[in-house]
């Protein structure tokens, strides 16, 4: 099974999340990102955080959805932690100044939030899903010329393609790492390793061509090159008021002055 | 019934192969069907790419390769799809990751398309770093500058990373200043000295960086430029050009308008077939009349799918004389459906699949009843069997009511019964002209026959003498490779999908047998396929290994674990020799068996007139021979195929048959896992069916 293919998947349970529309998530993921971004203060970093938790507690996911954080990814975690602590900046707590380590925290913080919002997204929504919600959020820019069918397409099916696409590179992988490296078997280890990863990204790309020439074909033959809608999701209340908080929250981070105050 | 037989003659047409490789369209046009799933794959392998790269600990060189995606697409297609591929990318990527992925997806779409444009121009290195640092380079500065509002706009998560930065440098600064300043106490003041020293140096970095952000952003995206179009040019060109020689062409394949069409009558004159690079004409002389029932027979590669494909309007435009239009797909025009029922599939699901391309609304069990199929709406295609596919498939296409049916060998996949059933369902139609390949003789009387003669006759497959086989089943020792005692598996058994796949499961293999293990998919055979290679671990259960046995796992897409460019390189690479011929210093009574191994196994599997040959101009059967040969070359004595069956037709099952006996001829023993429970090769010792996780024998 692929290490990638977890994070696409949706979790069968239901919840208030879950059947929020597809397009109140993605677009409260955005604006809220935005927000955070534009002014990452603590009152506003630590609101977000609040929200988030609470949108993952109420959408009834297990705390086995998050993935283990790779060991290389938490020794430099860790490694910053240290050297942030080390620098002895005020606010001082009994003669140990935790300035250093309080912006550290900060900035890992915004970081989490937006990643665990992607991640209640694709566990609660489903990628197809999703596809056909940034298909209809695209559409009103038709007006502006953009070619929305297209983008929205491209979308949809580009999302449909991705866990094989992953598993593909995958397999790809474990086959080059269940040889010995050509590099070791000449001279010319450099020119030999260059030319390895030429090879590689081959095998990955003639494969998905085959399969982007199979798919046109199909869909030719059926008369028609975009997915047919799904039911519209009903838009109910709870969107609207979510939406309402996302948007408040994103205001607020533009307006209100927020705690602490940072230089600039 | 009147039969009419056509051979080709060699007429090479191989300039009409050399014309330009993108389509001359406007640059406004829409998107055609074959751009729109060109740019989505391009998007969705950039996508996993930079997804893969953040798992992993390489992930730098993974933004590269999704550079290198984008710039196969940028050559060989209009700027318009690779726009809009990076346009779809960065959104996934928004939803799922942020801004930053979607920054890495600007990157790589921005830095391809440059690469992409000067290998279509074919320019030298200079003139592509020149080109990519006239557009690249001011984009991606500007983009950086700018399209982080946080980094110019506002400064305040700006100053918030500064200080992070600053407050490490500080940190690090102060924990090299006490350890120096604790051996200045031992009086190893040189060190203390040192330590300032660097301490010193982090905090100038570190303020030196934070003082000229922006001059220091234009300054490394200098270098990306610079190092993506050298990287870009380098590479890119030997992927095209074996893009090329996998016969992948940039063919344009546009949707038909649908509106009033009227496929019939048709004519037909001559249909040209490409074979390795050549082009090979079939004089052929058809005219298809409303209602006219027509069974076209003969071996592979006659041009049986290219006959059809040139009636549906995809392929060999001027062979045909029609004075209608096709409409394709569209309702009470042509329906075409194609060879492998793997690619006829567009839809997630069964509902969507149905639905696709269709406006009116549609009676499911209806539809999928009058094809023999019982399946739930929502049951996902992925899990569908090859006969399955092939039934949905041809359900769509009777959903159109056509006024000509194209159907390529829709049966089979099927069981004999059903193909009974299908055949006269087709045979019923009154008032459409039904088109059909096969390789059985199932004609009916009314049918008009067609028989196509090989266009290339392929060099025969000399089978493995029977008797030599024998000698080896008869020997069988009691010697076991490999024991299963009671495994199980369950998926991802932390999280919330966790789902048993595997329960209880006990098999042996022994030395030279050959097992075959059967089941639907969703039934937990390529986790179990996984676990006999060595490639998974199970979560329950023993397994017994015999000393030194190197087991490997052949995927059902060959090419993916082909890597290198011809077949020579490539099994010496697989086999772990030198392709230089040159013996290394150390080792060389090791490398000499290893040589005399891989020369007996290229003997064996009958490749020598192969070994110079690219891997790509190798047809599919080909390349499951050389990557076999390869990994039995390398000493693997047990070998797990998983799903070999898919996409074969007849011919490809003799000749994977006869592939298989060779790989048992080298003393190598075999478990094919299949979802195909109506064909087992010849040979096989043993036959088990795998349902919901457990294993049973069935008794042949």
């Not at chain 2, 300054?219 to 060109?237: D, K």
């Not at chain 2, 070999?644 to 790989?663: F, K, M, Q, W």
Request: aromatic fraction near 4%; glycine fraction near 8%.
């Amino acid at each position: 099974m692929s290490r990638s293919q977890t994070f696409f998947r949706p979790v069968p349970v239901d919840s208030p999340v879950h059947r929020l529309a597809p397009e109140t998530k993605v677009v409260a993921g955005i604006v809220i990102s935005v927000g955070l971004v534009f002014n990452p203060l603590w009152s506003h970093v630590l609101f977000a955080a609040a929200l988030v938790i609470a949108t993952f507690v109420l959408a009834n996911l297990p705390r086995s959805v998050l993935p283990k954080i790779p060991l290389i990814v938490r020794f430099a975690l860790f490694g910053g932690a240290i050297g942030a602590a080390a620098s002895g900046k005020e606010p001082f707590v009994i003669g140990i100044g935790v300035g250093g380590l309080l912006d550290y925290a900060r900035l890992i913080v915004v970081g989490i939030v937006m990643i665990l919002w992607a991640g209640i997204l694709s566990w609660t929504t489903g990628l197809t899903a999703v596809g056909f919600a940034v298909r209809r959020l695209l559409r009103p820019l038709r007006h502006i010329g953009v070619p929305v069918e297209e983008i929205g397409s491209v979308v949809a099916l580009a999302v449909r393609s991705l866990p094989l696409v992953a598993n593909e590179i995958d397999v790809v992988n474990e086959s080059v790492t269940n040889r010995p490296s050509p590099a070791d078997l000449s001279d010319k280890p450099m020119r030999e390793a260059f030319s390895y990863i030429g090879d590689i990204s081959t095998a990955v790309i003639i494969g998905s061509h085959r399969r982007a020439r199979d798919l046109a074909t199909a869909m030719v033959s059926r008369g028609s090159t975009t997915a047919p809608d799904p039911k519209r999701p009903d838009f109910r209340r709870i969107d609207i008021a979510v939406l309402i908080v996302a948007f408040a929250m994103c205001v607020a981070a533009f307006l209100v002055p927020g705690w602490p105050q940072i230089g600039n | 019934m009147s039969r009419t037989e056509h051979t080709p003659n060699d007429t090479d047409l191989d300039r009409t192969l050399a014309a330009p490789k993108v389509a001359t369209k406007r640059r406004s046009e829409p998107l055609d069907a074959a751009e729109v799933a060109d740019a989505a794959i391009t998007a969705a392998l950039v996508v996993a790419l930079l997804a893969a790269g953040r798992i992993l600990a390489s992930g730098s060189l993974f933004q590269v390769f999704a550079a290198f995606v984008v710039a196969v697409l940028a050559a060989r297609r209009r700027t318009r799809a690779v726009v809009i591929a990076t346009c779809a990318a960065a959104s996934i990527a928004l939803i799922l990751g942020g801004l930053g992925p979607v920054s890495q997806a600007a990157l790589a779409g921005v830095f391809g398309w440059c690469g992409g444009i000067s290998l279509r121009r074919e320019w030298g290195r200079l003139r592509t770093i020149a080109f990519s640092l006239l557009l690249a380079w001011p984009a991606m500065s500007f983009s950086v500058l700018f399209f982080y509002p946080a980094v110019a706009i506002n400064g305040k998560l700006r100053t918030l990373v500064f200080e992070n930065i600053e407050n490490q440098a500080n940190g690090f600064g102060n924990i090299i200043t006490n350890v120096g300043s604790l051996f200045g106490s031992l009086r190893l003041s040189f060190i203390e000295r040192a330590a300032n020293w660097a301490d010193g140096a982090l905090e100038s970095t570190s303020s030196f960086l934070i003082d000229n952000w922006l001059l220091l952003i234009p300054a490394t995206e200098f270098i990306y430029t610079v190092i993506y179009a050298l990287a870009i040019r380098g590479v890119g060109g030997a992927i095209l050009r074996r893009l090329d020689k996998a016969l992948v062409e940039p063919a344009p394949l546009s949707l038909q308008p649908g509106d009033h069409a009227d496929p019939l009558p048709i004519q037909i004159a001559g249909i040209a077939l490409k074979r390795n690079g050549t082009t090979v004409t079939v004089p052929l002389h058809l005219e298809i009349n409303p209602g006219e029932h027509i069974v076209v027979e003969g071996p592979n590669g006659a041009g049986k799918s290219t006959l059809l494909d040139a009636l549906a309007g995809i392929d060999n435009h001027d062979a045909v004389i029609r004075s209608g239009t096709v409409g394709l797909g569209s309702f009470g025009g042509t329906a075409r459906v194609g060879q492998r029922p793997e690619a006829q599939v567009v839809g997630t699901t069964v509902e969507e699949d149905l639905r696709w391309g269709l406006d009116t609304p549609i009676d499911l069990t209806a539809t999928l009843a009058d094809v023999g199929l019982a399946l739930p709406p929502d049951r996902p295609t992925s899990e569908l069997s090859g006969g399955e596919l092939q039934r949905l498939a041809l359900a769509s296409a009777l959903r159109r009511e056509p006024k000509l049916l194209l159907a390529d060998e829709v049966t089979s996949m099927l069981d004999p019964e059903e193909q009974v059933r299908i055949t006269n369902r087709l045979d019923a139609l009154r008032d459409t002209a039904v088109v059909r390949t096969t390789h059985r003789n199932d004609a009916a009387a009314t049918d008009r026959r067609i028989v196509l003669t090989s266009a290339n006759p392929k060099p025969a497959v000399t089978p493995v003498e029977a008797t030599e086989l024998r000698t080896i089943t008869s020997s069988v020792a009691e010697s076991r490779l490999l024991r299963l005692r009671d495994v199980g598996f369950t998926h991802n058994p932390t999280q919330p999908w966790a789902h048993e796949v595997l329960a209880g499961v006990n098999l042996s293999v022994h030395r030279y047998e050959m097992l075959m293990i059967e089941g639907r998919n969703g039934s937990g055979k390529t986790t179990l396929a996984r676990i006999l290679a060595g490639l998974a671990k199970p979560s329950a259960g023993k397994i017994e290994e015999a000393k030194g046995l190197k087991r490997a796992l052949a995927h059902q897409h060959v090419r993916l674990q082909l890597l290198r460019p011809t077949v020579s390189v490539e099994l010496h690479s697989l086999a772990g020799i030198r392709a230089d011929g040159k013996e290394p210093s150390a080792d060389a009574e090791r490398h000499a068996t290893r040589v005399e191994n891989l020369r007996t196994t290229i003997d064996l599997f009958a490749l020598q007139h192969l070994l110079g040959r690219r891997i790509d101009e190798l047809s599919g059967g080909e390349q499951r021979r050389v990557l076999l040969a390869g990994l039995v070359a390398r000493g693997v004595s047990l070998l797990v195929l998983d799903e070999p069956l898919a996409g074969l037709d007849a011919s490809g099952r003799t000749e994977l048959a006869s592939t298989l006996d060779r790989v048992r001829l080298a003393g190598t023993s075999i478990i094919v896992v299949s979802h195909d429970i109506d064909w087992a090769p010849p040979h096989v010792d043993q036959r088990l069916r795998l349902t919901n996780g457990r294993l049973e024998e069935l008794r042949p």
